[in-house]
C-alpha cells in the first residue's frame, strides 16, 4: 500500500514527491498496535533513488494533444522558413563578411607559418654560432661547426617553402581543373577554416535575429521584457539576476503563444503586478496591449499569488470580419440557459446567464453599445414567455422594431416620454410586488426557493420580464432633482429585487459618471460591459473600482474595435469579448418572429397589442413610411405640434427628414391619406400648427386596426383555485 507526503521545498525548490511504503510486521504482543511506516528516501536506504518517482508529467506540453502537437509543429516550420528568408536576403552581406574574415585569417596564417616557413628553430642556433665566429675567427672547428649549421637551416628553408608553394599549386591547378560545382566547395573548405581563423571575440559570419513574436517566443523574451517592466530584479556583472519559472511552455496555442510561469521568490511582486503592468510588457515585447491577454492561476487551478497565464496573439484578435451572432438562425430560445454573447481573443465562446441577474452596459457612442445591448433583448425575444419593457432615451431608430413585441416601449426624453417611463417602472413594481405575493403563496413544493421557475412561468402566466433601459442619462438629465430621484430608486428597487421575481434590468449609458448615471444605480449591477471610453476612469465608472488596475481596461481598445469590450462577471472575474454581429433588420426581423411566437402562444401583450404599424409588417401590408413614423413618435401623445414632431422624426431617421419642414410634412401625409380634423392643436397652453393622432389612425385600413386589438389577453391561472382566470377565459 502506497502514500505519500507533502513535497519539501528546498533552496526553493520542490523536492519529488517521495512514496511511502507501508507494511504490517509481525504480529506482536499487543494487537493494538499501530503498523510502522518507513519513508522510501530515508538515509540508510539503498534502493531510495529506484523506488523515489518523480512527480513529472510523462509528456511535454506541446505533446499533449493532437491540437498542441500540430500548432507547435507549424511554428517549427515557420520559425525555419522565417531563418531561411532572413538570412537568404542577406547572402551578399555574409559574402563580404566571409571574404573579409578569410582575409584576416589568411593573414594570421601567414604570420603564423612564417617561422616554420623561415625555419625559425635553427635561426636561434645560427646567430649564436654566428656571433662566435666574429669572436673568434680563427677557430676551425667553430667555423665548420657554423658551416654545417646555415647550411642545413637553407635546406630546411627550400624544403618548407617547396612543400608549400607544391600544395598551393596542386590546389590552384585541381581547382582550375575541377567542375564548377567542385570548385565551389574547394573554395568553401579553404575560405571557412581562414574566416574561422580571422574572427575575433565580437566577429561574427552570420547575424543573430530575434524573430517576431508571431513566429517565435521564447523565456529569454519573457524575462527580458519583465525585467524592463520593473517586475525582476536587475543583476550584477555577468548574473542577469532572478528569472521565472516557466510552469507551460512557451507553446503555440491558436493564433498565439500560450505560457504560464510562476514569478521568483524573494521579489515581492506579484500576479496582481503582472496585470497592471500589462502595456509596459507588450512595449517590450514589441506587440499592442491589446495582443497581452493575462490572467491569475487561481488555487482551484493549480495556482497560486505569483502565476500567471498568459496569451500573447500574432496580431489583433479583435479585428476581421464580425461573427454574426447564433440567435439569427434559432426558431426559439429559452432565456433560461446562458444567452450566446460573443468570442473571447483565443475564439471561445462566450455565454451570459441573465437569469437572477442585472446588466449594464457603457461605452462611447458608435462603438456597438447598443447592438451589443440588443443581443440580450434579441434573445428574449425568441422566448414566448418573456415580456419586454423597453425604453430609449435617444429615441432613435435603434429600438423602434421592438414596437412589435414589447409591452411597453419608452421613446425619447421628452415631457410625454418622461412622464410615460414613470407610469412604466411604477407599473413594473405594481407588477414585482404583485408576484412576490404570489411566490409566498405557493407551496415549497411548487416554489422551493421562493424564485420564479420554468414551470411557474407557463402554469401561472408570470412570464420573465426584460426591463431594458437605453441611454439612461438621457432620461435623468431630462428630470428635476425631485423625479430624478424616484426615478433612481425604483430603478435601484427592481434592480435589487426584482431578479427573484424574474425581472432582468438591462440598462445602458455612455460615460457614467455620479451624475448621469448614479453610483448607487451602478453599484448593485452584476454583470458589466464596456466598450471603447477614453481613459481608465472612465472604465473604472462602468466596470467597478480599481477593475483596470486588475486587468479589465476598456481605455486600452481603439476605435477600429467596435463591439468588442469588457465584460466584467463578478470581482475577479473578467474577459474582453468581441461580440456577436446582429444588424438592424436582422434585429427587426427576430422582432416580427418575437410577435408571431408571442401570437401563437397567445403571450402578445400591452402596447404591442395596439399597434397598428406593427400589425401592418405582421400582416405583411404596406403602409406609408412618414404616417408609420408619425404614429411611433406619437405614441404618448394625442397631439403634437409640427414642429416637435418633425424634430422628433428628424431623431428617427435624419437622411429622411432632414429637409423636411412643415409644407411636405403636410403634403406627404396628405398623400398618406391623413384628412386633418383641425390644423391648430392646443399643447401645454399653447395652440400651434399640429397633429392628432386619431387623425393618424384614421388613415390606416380599418383592417389593420381590427387586426391589432384581435390578439386576446391569455389567460392566467389563479394558484389558489388553479383555474383559467381573465379576459381570455371570460371571453372562451
Request: hydrophobic share 45%; with cysteine; net charge neutral.
Amino acid at each position: 500500500m502506497t502514500d505519500t507526503l507533502p513535497r519539501p521545498v528546498v533552496n526553493g525548490h520542490a523536492k519529488p514527491k517521495i512514496s511511502l511504503i507501508k507494511f504490517e510486521p509481525e504480529p506482536p504482543a499487543v494487537v493494538d498496535e499501530a503498523p510502522v511506516v518507513e519513508a522510501v528516501d530515508r538515509p540508510d536506504n539503498p534502493l531510495a533513488d529506484w523506488l523515489t518517482v518523480p512527480d513529472l508529467p510523462i509528456l511535454p506540453v506541446w505533446a499533449r494533444s493532437v491540437a498542441s502537437l500540430k500548432a507547435n509543429s507549424l511554428a517549427l516550420g515557420r520559425l525555419c522558413a522565417w531563418h531561411a528568408r532572413y538570412h537568404s536576403l542577406r547572402l551578399p552581406k555574409y559574402a563580404l563578411r566571409l571574404t573579409w574574415l578569410a582575409l584576416k585569417g589568411a593573414w594570421r596564417g601567414a604570420r603564423g607559418l612564417w617561422p616554420t616557413l623561415s625555419a625559425h628553430d635553427q635561426s636561434a642556433a645560427v646567430k649564436a654560432l654566428q656571433a662566435q665566429v666574429k669572436a673568434k675567427p680563427d677557430d676551425v672547428d667553430l667555423a665548420v661547426r657554423y658551416a654545417l649549421l646555415h647550411r642545413e637551416r637553407t635546406l630546411a628553408r627550400r624544403s618548407r617553402w617547396g612543400a608549400a608553394a607544391t600544395a598551393v599549386a596542386a590546389t590552384a591547378v585541381g581547382w582550375w581543373l575541377a567542375p564548377l560545382p567542385v570548385q565551389a566547395g574547394m573554395l568553401a573548405a579553404v575560405a571557412l577554416p581562414l574566416a574561422y581563423l580571422g574572427r575575433g571575440e565580437d566577429a561574427q559570419l552570420l547575424d543573430n535575429p530575434t524573430p517576431p513574436l508571431r513566429v517565435d517566443m521564447s523565456a529569454q523574451q519573457l524575462n527580458d521584457a519583465l525585467r524592463a517592466a520593473g517586475l525582476l530584479k536587475a543583476g550584477k556583472g555577468d548574473d542577469e539576476g532572478p528569472r521565472v519559472t516557466c510552469v507551460m511552455g512557451p507553446v503555440r496555442d491558436g493564433n498565439g503563444w500560450a505560457v504560464i510561469f510562476d514569478l521568483p521568490k524573494g521579489g515581492g511582486k506579484t500576479a496582481a503586478d503582472v496585470l497592471a503592468k500589462r502595456t509596459a510588457i507588450a512595449a517590450e515585447l514589441g506587440v499592442d496591449e491589446i495582443q497581452v491577454i493575462a490572467s491569475r492561476v487561481r488555487a482551484a487551478a493549480g495556482g497560486n499569488a505569483g502565476r500567471v497565464s498568459m496569451w500573447v496573439a500574432d496580431d489583433d484578435p479583435y479585428l476581421g470580419t464580425p461573427n454574426p451572432s447564433p440567435l439569427v438562425k434559432a426558431d426559439t430560445f429559452s432565456v433560461w440557459e446562458p444567452i450566446p454573447f460573443g468570442q473571447d481573443a483565443r475564439g471561445n465562446r462566450i455565454t451570459v446567464p441573465v437569469m437572477w441577474q442585472s446588466l449594464f452596459f457603457g461605452g462611447l457612442p458608435r462603438r456597438g453599445k447598443t447592438f451589443t445591448q440588443r443581443l440580450m433583448t434579441a434573445a428574449g425575444l425568441l422566448d414566448p414567455f418573456v415580456r419586454h419593457y423597453v425604453a430609449d432615451g435617444k429615441g432613435g431608430a435603434d429600438w423602434m422594431p421592438m414596437k412589435a413585441v414589447a409591452h411597453r416601449l419608452v421613446m425619447g426624453a421628452e415631457d410625454d416620454a418622461v412622464e410615460a417611463l414613470k407610469a412604466m417602472l411604477k407599473e413594473l413594481l405594481s407588477e414585482m410586488e404583485r408576484r412576490f405575493v404570489l411566490l409566498r403563496g405557493l407551496p415549497v413544493s411548487v416554489c422551493p426557493e421562493g424564485k420564479l421557475t420554468p414551470a411557474i412561468v407557463e402554469k401561472y402566466n408570470l412570464p420573465v420580464i426584460f426591463v431594458t433601459i437605453d441611454e439612461l442619462q438621457e432620461y435623468f438629465t431630462a428630470m428635476d432633482r425631485d423625479d430624478r430621484d424616484q426615478v433612481i430608486n425604483d430603478l435601484c428597487r427592481i434592480a435589487r429585487r426584482g431578479p427573484a421575481a424574474g425581472f432582468v434590468s438591462n440598462f445602458a449609458s455612455q460615460r457614467p459618471d455620479a451624475e448621469s448615471v448614479p453610483t448607487k444605480l451602478r453599484e448593485i449591477i452584476t454583470l458589466r460591459y464596456c466598450t471603447q471610453v477614453v481613459d481608465q476612469t472612465s472604465s473604472d465608472m462602468v466596470l467597478g473600482k480599481g477593475k483596470a488596475a486588475q486587468g479589465a481596461d476598456a481605455s486600452v481598445l481603439s476605435e477600429d474595435h467596435r463591439g468588442t469590450g469588457v465584460l466584467v462577471t463578478g470581482p475577479a472575474s473578467f474577459v474582453t469579448v468581441r461580440a456577436d454581429f446582429l444588424d438592424g433588420p436582422g434585429f427587426s426581423e427576430l422582432c416580427q418572429r418575437g410577435r408571431a411566437l408571442r401570437v401563437k402562444h397567445q403571450q402578445l401583450t400591452g402596447d404591442a397589442v395596439g399597434d397598428v404599424t406593427a400589425a401592418a409588417d405582421q400582416a405583411g401590408v404596406t403602409i406609408a413610411p412618414v404616417l408609420s413614423d408619425c404614429l411611433d413618435v406619437m405614441r404618448h401623445t394625442d397631439r403634437m405640434h409640427t414642429v416637435d414632431l418633425l424634430d422628433r422624426l428628424v431623431n428617427v431617421d435624419e437622411d429622411r427628414y432632414g429637409d423636411f419642414d412643415a409644407e411636405r410634412l403636410a403634403a406627404e401625409l396628405e398623400a398618406a391619406g391623413v384628412d386633418r380634423t383641425t390644423k391648430q392643436v392646443k399643447v401645454n397652453g399653447k395652440n400651434l400648427a399640429g397633429y392628432r393622432r386619431a387623425d393618424l389612425e384614421a388613415a390606416v385600413p380599418a383592417e389593420l386596426l381590427l387586426a391589432a386589438r384581435r390578439v386576446e389577453a391569455t389567460p392566467t391561472t389563479d394558484p389558489a383555485t388553479d383555474t383559467p382566470s381573465g379576459p381570455a377565459a371570460e371571453g372562451a
